[in-house]
């Protein structure tokens, strides 16, 4: 090329721009179509049940009509805690007692959700601590003494225990990846490290990987497959794309991964129920795949305006939104809705909003839920870490008397300090239990206009109330200090 002479482009040059400039939409809208691309519904298959007999006050819990029931067919809503004190030494759990399992018991509520940890369980390959697997059942012995169901949680929090959260075994993790400590676990930077993201991707791509941790539930599941104080298996805890591509994620990863494990396990203990946790990808919706199997509980977690910004101000819309959504991805399940995890700091302005307006949200869903959690010395924990204070103000704020079990069609309306049940006529006689926080509230006081009985339990903090058959019927119960 001569010096000041403008070079020409050849033709080919000039035809390269346009033909980007097309290819480029193409390229977006077909990874958009395939992102959003359906896939089969899926199907597991599980052994009937072979249930021994129940513990007295805690009966066995299948899943019928998108409902948690009982063996008298009543419908069950399960209310209570998180409590993270089988988790890696590292994360700093608080002990859990029989007080804590008293104070619970005696506020009304009826389960806990308690994470437990792979690393703990297995931390070597195909080796399995019986120590460790011994203090899971001393707690859930415990618990079950004072009539509180246990969801086992099998946990994870920013992968593993080896980037200083809770979840896999060191042997589980991809070694050699940088790992940038960006800050504290849990936050956006730390969620961000190349080790983190790399081993978690390995988890959700590798069969065998999956293989060994369903290994591990099932050396669980044996344990515990005669208890009926076990209502069933959490089988992973928030579970997120990142660094996969989500919806794509959902489809091609968590529900063949759900799918899979609800078979494996159900192979070994199917008398339990199934919890399966939503895609935690901050409040983007989880692309469900229809998923035909016995006994499932959609188990997902609310943290809007809480975790997942923008903060709550008061707007109440975004609550209702996105509890509308998990609803209707329960259904499309389908399976029942119990919302395993919820929160939110107590110290905050707006707290007891937020907290009045999820509750109310999931009463009109029938769905029963675990605040996370019990035992912490923050905004977020009812009783401290040294156990010396209780933090009444937030525990009353989600004790409220509640139906706890109830053949179909029963309804009822709850405030702090009364219950209005309404009971249409029926061919049989079915009692049904009402929770109620007489720790908060005192004794309960029963009036019907149908004659219908009442006992009352002061140690469950259970009033059974019995209507005749034939009759339809209103039923009140207030505190007795409240009349």
């Known amino acids: 090329m001569r010096p000041g002479r403008p070079h020409r482009r050849h033709p080919r040059e ?42 007295a006050a805690l009966p066995w819990l299948s899943v019928h009509g998108q409902r948690i029931v009982d063996d008298l067919g009543r419908t069950v809503i399960l209310r209570g805690f998180n409590d993270a004190a089988l988790l890696e030494p590292d994360t700093h759990p608080a002990p859990l007692d029989a007080t804590d399992a008293t104070l619970m018991e005696r506020a009304g509520f009826d389960v806990v959700r308690l994470p437990i940890a792979w690393s703990l369980l297995e931390p070597q390959r195909g ?34 225990p080896v980037y200083g959260g809770s979840g896999a075994p060191a ?11 960006w800050g504290p676990m849990p936050s956006l930077g ?25 290994a591990a539930w099932g050396h669980v599941a044996r344990r515990f497959r005669g208890d009926s104080g076990v209502a069933g298996y959490d089988l992973i805890n928030e579970p997120h794309s990142f660094p996969l ?34 895609d935690m990808a901050g409040d983007l919706p989880t692309s469900i795949v229809p998923l035909s199997a016995p006994n499932l509980v959609y188990a997902p977690h609310v943290y809007t305006g809480s975790l997942i910004p923008p903060p709550f101000d008061g707007n109440t819309e975004p609550l209702h939104t996105h509890v509308n959504e998990l609803a209707s991805e329960a259904a499309s399940v389908p399976a029942a809705l119990w919302f395993g995890e919820f929160s939110v700091d107590f110290h905050s302005a707006r707290a007891p909003q937020w907290i009045a307006t ?17 035992r912490e010395s923050s905004g977020y924990g009812v009783r401290s870490v040294d156990g010396t204070t209780v933090d009444t103000p937030l525990l009353r704020a989600l004790a409220q008397p509640y139906l706890e079990a109830a053949a179909t069609g029963v309804t009822a309306h709850s405030s702090a300090v009364s219950l209005l049940i309404s009971v249409p006529a029926s061919s049989a006689v079915v009692p049904l ?10 004794t ?17 903090a259970r009033l059974t109330v019995t209507p005749p058959a034939h009759e339809a019927c209103a039923v009140s119960v207030e505190a007795a200090a409240s009349r």
């Open 127 to 160: 080796v399995f601590d019986s120590a460790y697997l011994d203090r899971i059942s001393a707690a859930v012995a415990m618990l079950n003494a004072h009539d509180l169901y246990v969801v086992l949680d099998m946990h994870f929090l920013g992968y593993s």
């Open 358 to 374: 999820v509750l109310s949200d999931f009463a009109q869903h029938g769905a029963g839920w675990a605040w996370w959690q019990w």
């Open 171 to 181: 042997w589980a993790t991809v070694a050699g990846v940088p790992d940038p400590v």
């Open 245 to 278: 591509p989500p919806f794509r994620f959902d489809k091609d990863q968590l529900f063949p991964f759900y799918a899979h494990g609800v078979e494996t396990v159900g192979a070994v203990d199917p008398n339990h129920l199934f919890f399966l946790d939503n």
């Open 433 to 442: 239990d009402v929770a109620w926080p007489e720790s908060l509230n005192g």
């Open 14 to 55: 000039l035809a390269a721009g346009p033909r980007v400039r097309l290819l480029l939409p193409l390229l977006v809208s077909g990874f958009t179509a395939w992102l959003f691309l359906p896939v089969p519904a899926l199907t597991a298959t599980v052994p009937p049940p072979d249930r021994p007999p129940a513990l």
């Open 444 to 460: 309960p006081v029963m009036a019907s206009t149908c004659g219908a009985t009442s006992s009352w339990d002061s140690v469950a």
């Open 190 to 214: 730390r969620f961000l490290s190349p080790a983190i993201n790399i081993s978690t991707a390995h988890f959700w791509l590798s069969q065998s990987l999956q293989a060994d941790y369903f």
